[in-house]
């Protein structure tokens, strides 16, 4: 697979310099790009190839900050009516210009973010102006939080969260999201699913450090919507996973089953790095009435230290019928992903009831296949 820092290739460098000549007749695409492909260029990894761009163009654009934004508008808007690389992730180059030359001119680079994250999100471009000035960040987001672009309405959530993956965590957000919450509330039944995702994720973070303002949102907004019944669940999904007793009151779980485990089987007992290992058993309701199950996998996986650290991968939640078998399978990949690297050694699996793990089988993982 290429790299991704590639996006920045032959191809985007000669759609953006047109645009640029387009709109800045004068500007110097020759020289812009021997200091962009200067010594170095081909060892730097994706963010330093987007700070690299971003620091560089600075030098090129002629005037004020303010000047230079009506050039970097000026790109949006061709890109918009159809230029090649339509919403490709390369463009953030374009809020990463805003967030490192910027900080001194708040509302102008509001302003353009409101304008850009309509094409490609600003989200983390904003995480400075959070943590420089609060205060006027937020009242925008607000504003935002009512924008007919479902994009900016997007961005009015993902952009406060309080530990967006990636980006810069907001430390008086995790100390208290009180101003997080009038956007939320804005949009806790937003009409685009693009949106309601974010809000979901935006209450996870808030999860992690107040639980109780989550239940807070719970009793205060469960039932109102179908929409917004959906954010609520998927936004406690590290409670649920913690079988918070009182987050699983408010969606009807209960700690205590009469659920009977059998047939619990691992495919292989040994597997290499990169293959696949299957799982499969027997889940019987022995109660004579129906309950709500929470049905998830833990794997516990080995880490370079040589301890385990437990994932849960959820399988269902439904309700079981008394006396009904349930049979289920799953394959876990152990394929080296960005996001997870795996460790020879010796894991285990175990299947959770409703917060319960109750019943766990080890298995082996070896070095990687040679290639062949």
């Given at each position: 697979?290429?790299?991704?820092?590639?996006?920045?290739?032959?191809?985007?460098?000669?759609?953006?310099?047109?645009?640029?000549?387009?709109?800045?007749?004068?500007?110097?695409?020759?020289?812009?790009?021997?200091?962009?492909?200067?010594?170095?260029?081909?060892?730097?990894?994706?963010?330093?190839?987007?700070?690299?761009?971003?620091?560089?163009?600075?030098?090129?654009?002629?005037?004020?900050?303010?000047?230079?934004?009506?050039?970097?508008?000026?790109?949006?808007?061709?890109?918009?009516?159809?230029?090649?690389?339509?919403?490709?992730?390369?463009?953030?180059?374009?809020?990463?210009?805003?967030?490192?030359?910027?900080?001194?001119?708040?509302?102008?680079?509001?302003?353009?973010?409101?304008?850009?994250?309509?094409?490609?999100?600003?989200?983390?471009?904003?995480?400075?102006?959070?943590?420089?000035?609060?205060?006027?960040?937020?009242?925008?987001?607000?504003?935002?939080?009512?924008?007919?672009?479902?994009?900016?309405?997007?961005?009015?959530?993902?952009?406060?969260?309080?530990?967006?993956?990636?980006?810069?965590?907001?430390?008086?957000?995790?100390?208290?999201?009180?101003?997080?919450?009038?956007?939320?509330?804005?949009?806790?039944?937003?009409?685009?699913?693009?949106?309601?995702?974010?809000?979901?994720?935006?209450?996870?973070?808030?999860?992690?450090?107040?639980?109780?303002?989550?239940?807070?949102?719970?009793?205060?907004?469960?039932?109102?919507?179908?929409?917004?019944?959906?954010?609520?669940?998927?936004?406690?999904?590290?409670?649920?996973?913690?079988?918070?007793?009182?987050?699983?009151?408010?969606?009807?779980?209960?700690?205590?089953?009469?659920?009977?485990?059998?047939?619990?089987?691992?495919?292989?007992?040994?597997?290499?790095?990169?293959?696949?290992?299957?799982?499969?058993?027997?889940?019987?309701?022995?109660?004579?009435?129906?309950?709500?199950?929470r049905l998830e996998l833990a794997v516990h996986y080995m880490k370079s230290s040589g301890t385990t650290t437990r994932k849960l991968f959820k399988l269902s939640e439904k309700m079981f019928?008394?006396?009904?078998?349930?049979?289920?399978?799953?394959?876990?990949?152990?394929?080296?992903?960005?996001?997870?690297?795996?460790?020879?050694?010796?894991?285990?699996?175990?299947?959770?009831?409703?917060?319960?793990?109750?019943?766990?089988?080890?298995?082996?993982?070896?070095?990687?296949?040679?290639?062949?």
């Open positions: 697979m290429e790299p991704l820092k590639n996006i920045y290739n032959r191809q985007f460098f000669e759609t953006f310099t047109r645009i640029l000549k387009s709109i800045f007749p004068s500007f110097q695409d020759k020289n812009f790009l021997a200091a962009i492909h200067t010594t170095g260029w081909q060892q730097m990894e994706l963010k330093q190839r987007i700070r690299h761009i971003s620091m560089t163009l600075g030098k090129f654009l002629p005037g004020t900050y303010k000047n230079q934004l009506k050039i970097i508008a000026g790109i949006v808007t061709q890109l918009q009516k159809g230029e090649e690389h339509p919403n490709s992730f390369a463009w953030i180059c374009l809020p990463d210009f805003i967030e490192i030359h910027g900080l001194a001119e708040v509302e102008l680079s509001l302003d353009a973010m409101e304008k850009l994250t309509a094409f490609i999100s600003c989200e983390f471009a904003v995480r400075p102006f959070l943590l420089a000035d609060p205060e006027t960040v937020m009242k925008r987001m607000l504003i935002w939080s009512k924008h007919p672009n479902e994009n900016v309405r997007r961005f009015a959530s993902e952009g406060c969260r309080p530990r967006l993956p990636w980006g810069k965590a907001i430390p008086a957000f995790k100390l208290n999201p009180a101003p997080i919450l009038p956007v939320l509330e804005n949009l806790k039944d937003d009409p685009s699913e693009f949106v309601r995702k974010s809000v979901a994720n935006n209450i996870n973070d808030i999860a992690k450090d107040h639980p109780g303002i989550v239940l807070d949102l719970i009793k205060k907004w469960k039932g109102r919507s179908k929409n917004t019944d959906w954010i609520l669940k998927h936004g406690s999904r590290t409670l649920l996973r913690k079988a918070d007793p009182a987050i699983y009151k408010q969606f009807g779980l209960s700690a205590a089953h009469s659920c009977e485990l059998s047939a619990f089987k691992l495919g292989k007992k040994e597997i290499k790095i990169g293959d696949t290992i299957s799982v499969a058993f027997v889940l019987t309701n022995k109660s004579v009435t129906r309950q709500l199950v019928s008394p006396g009904l078998q349930n049979h289920f399978t799953r394959n876990i990949n152990f394929k080296d992903l960005t996001t997870r690297t795996h460790y020879v050694g010796r894991h285990a699996i175990g299947v959770v009831v409703n917060g319960r793990e109750m019943a766990t089988k080890h298995f082996n993982v070896t070095n990687k296949a040679a290639l062949v």
